[in-house]
């Protein structure tokens, strides 16, 4: 996006003027010329209301009332880096701008004017990125690094495209109150949290994400606003619902009387994130808690906004949404918000219950069998409509037409592994082979595949959940945790109770960091070369790296912990017979050793005149495993090792031999070359 070109001005400027030369209706803009800081807030249920700028508090600049309860006026002395509040009536306490770019002091501090025009950007020719072919890596920049900011951040963006993410999934940034935090309680949507670095920090992030080939998404939170910092209701009560509530708070008012500047709030958000942060999209938070009953719903409008904002730019649009709604990745004329993802807690959820062998709390509804997850890599979603145990009434909608880029796997993220009474990641708690198989598993699915930070070796730092607030407040969220993680009966005990880390302490929020030097150490390299050669299989073969379309793959069941997965190939990829010679065939065991004599399952059927050849598996030495035999043998048939993730392909005999001989993955030639030369 190039920098921005206002027409020319006078110096007597009007509102239509001004009108016409700011980005976006609300906050504070700089005006072409040297003109000033021309500044518009909504506040409703206000008469009157100044502009303080903190290096002129004596001579305060008052707002024209506007339609609607907005609020504006030009300050001809302010500038980029003034400092300002607002005023409002009688009220001696001056308050941060609902709208701020910038909280250099924090939430109760004054807003910092800034100019976005003023950063030059190097990613003209970057062309955004859509659904296809994406790996995300979901980063809290607090805890990316030891600093902790966007800078340090940078300086591991060409490691992530290495190892084969396409897009990094930022956590909340918006401001919020304390030294840390995850951001989800955020009170000032339009300033990037000041602990991070400055506005131009995040912009030198995505530029230089650009620059090597990563796109950025950013997490935001629409459903509410959070308790400490939020002045909101200072300027209007309309800000929020009079009639929806979420769990967090007050419920935004997309809907009721007043609601039409509520949206415009945040449909600003969307336009200022994309055109003077240049992101590619977004993670909605808690869509379900959106409540919009308004004709057309407000994730909708958002959908049009960022994709017309963002030009001829590509914009990727992901959701959490609980009880998942699937029309929310549905085309906008046939009733749906035109999104491209939902979060897919079904298959996350299987897939801990196979690997730790617990189905409590809300992991009740799944077995970890493996028709569930043949389900999920065909469907999705598992439950689309049925019974739900845990909520006890039907949960999900149909999703049997959708394509596998609507859903995004996982098996860590975030408030997964916080959801847990010592905050530890997966290989704590399921052994290094059950890791090894679900991680291959993962990875080589068609839906698309997301990484929690540190996940790629196995960080041994855990990740809790931290807020920093006044001393009440974080009382009552160090209860409120305690409770939530109590929901699981084997964390409910007083001695598992008592090892809960305290929410607000800086020794939570520093052990949460992880420490990239682990990746070159023992055990952590082998997880590292696994994710990297899985991540280049998805990206070279050709059963993975293109778009998979209904009827691409097919599964079934071989045994109590066992199941294969056929990926189809096509004529157009140069195989023979209908594409048979690009098939590859997955066969993943998280049960004991299996012995399949006879094998009457016609998945396992090799294409003519062919043989199935490893060319992956999760036992591999070079991942940490133990080696694995072949599969299949003329005399005794088919035996599946246990706690492994093998990948086949067709070979004819001559193949066979030369690719037995030879077959050695690159991560693992990478690994052999670095040893010798030691």
């Not at 306490?93 to 025009?117: E, I, K, T, W």
């Not at 072919?133 to 940078?154: D, N």
């Not at 749906?336 to 196979?354: K, R």
């Amino acid at each position: 996006m190039t920098r921005v070109e206002h027409p020319p001005i006078e110096r007597d400027v009007t509102k239509e003027q001004a009108d016409r030369v700011r980005r976006l209706p609300v906050g504070a803009e700089q005006l072409p010329n040297g003109l000033g800081v021309h500044f518009r807030v909504w506040a409703s249920k206000r008469r009157l209301v100044r502009v303080v700028l903190d290096d002129r508090p004596d001579s305060p600049v008052t707002l024209e009332r506007e339609a609607e309860g907005y609020f504006a006026g030009l300050a001809p002395r302010a500038r980029a880096g003034t400092l300002y509040r607002y005023q409002v009536d009688d009220d001696p306490q001056l308050y941060p701008d609902p709208v701020s770019r910038y909280q250099p002091q924090g939430v109760h501090g004054p807003s910092q004017v800034v100019d976005a025009d003023e950063f030059r950007w190097t990613d003209g020719a970057w062309a955004g990125i859509n659904s296809d072919g994406q790996i995300l890596y979901e980063m809290h920049v607090g805890t990316f690094t030891k600093e902790g900011t966007w800078a340090a951040a940078a300086e591991r963006l060409e490691d992530l495209r290495d190892l084969g993410i396409t897009c990094v999934e930022v956590m909340p940034v918006n401001e919020f109150a304390g030294r840390w935090g995850w951001g989800y309680d955020g009170v000032q949507l339009f300033a990037p949290y000041h602990h991070y670095g400055t506005p131009d920090d995040m912009r030198r992030f995505i530029d230089r994400a650009h620059a090597v080939g990563l796109g950025v998404i950013l997490d935001v939170v629409y459903n509410h606003l959070g308790p400490d910092g939020n002045y909101a209701s200072v300027f209007s009560d309309q800000y929020f619902s009079p009639t929806h509530q979420t769990d967090w708070g007050d419920a935004m008012n997309f809907d009721a009387a007043g609601s039409r500047p509520v949206r415009e709030f945040f449909l600003c958000n969307v336009r200022m994130w994309i055109e003077e942060y240049h992101l590619d999209g977004f993670r909605f938070d808690a869509t379900q808690a959106l409540v919009d009953e308004s004709e057309r719903h407000i994730l909708a409008e958002i959908t049009e906004v960022a994709r017309r904002s963002a030009g001829n730019r590509a914009i990727y649009l992901v959701n959490e949404n609980e009880p998942q709604h699937t029309q929310l990745v549905r085309p906008i004329d046939g009733g749906g918000c035109g999104m491209d993802a939902l979060w897919n807690d079904d298959f996350h959820h299987a897939a801990m219950v196979a690997m730790t062998g617990h189905s409590e709390a809300y992991y009740c509804d799944y077995r970890g069998a493996p028709q569930e997850f043949i389900s999920a890599a065909k469907w999705g979603y598992l439950y689309q409509g049925q019974r739900y145990k845990w909520h006890e009434r039907r949960r999900g909608t149909p999703a049997l037409d959708l394509p596998p880029t609507a859903f995004i796997h996982f098996i860590q993220n975030h408030d997964q592994i916080a959801n847990t009474a010592r905050g530890d990641r997966l290989h704590k708690v399921t052994s290094p082979g059950e890791l090894r198989a679900m991680t291959a598993l993962l990875l080589l699915m068609p839906q698309t595949p997301m990484l929690f930070q540190g996940q790629e070796f196995a960080a041994s730092s855990p990740f809790y959940y931290f807020s920093d607030h006044h001393e009440d407040l974080s009382k009552l969220i160090a209860a409120g945790r305690a409770k939530e993680i109590a929901q699981f009966p084997s964390a409910a005990s007083p001695l598992m109770q008592e090892q809960l880390v305290d929410p607000s302490a800086p020794a939570t929020f520093e052990r949460s960091k992880i420490d990239h030097s682990e990746a070159d150490r023992p055990f952590h390299a082998e997880i590292y070369r696994l994710h990297k050669e899985l991540l280049r299989l998805r990206r070279e073969e050709p059963a993975f790296k293109r778009v998979q379309r209904r009827g691409d793959i097919d599964g079934a069941v071989l045994g109590a912990g066992a199941f294969v997965l056929r990926f189809f190939g096509r004529p157009d990829h140069g195989g023979e017979s209908g594409g048979q010679g690009d098939d590859r065939l997955l066969i993943v065991n998280l049960g004991q050793d299996l012995a399949l004599d006879p094998a009457p399952e016609p998945l396992l059927g090799a294409p003519p005149g062919r043989r199935w050849f490893t060319i992956f598996s999760s036992e591999d030495p070079c991942y940490g495993g133990s080696g694995t035999a072949p599969l299949e043998t003329e005399a005794e048939g088919w035996h599946i090792p246990g706690r492994t993730t093998v990948l086949l392909r067709p070979v004819n005999a001559a193949e066979a031999v030369v690719a037995t001989r030879f077959r050695v993955a690159p991560s693992c030639q990478e690994a052999k070359h670095r040893e010798q030369s030691v």
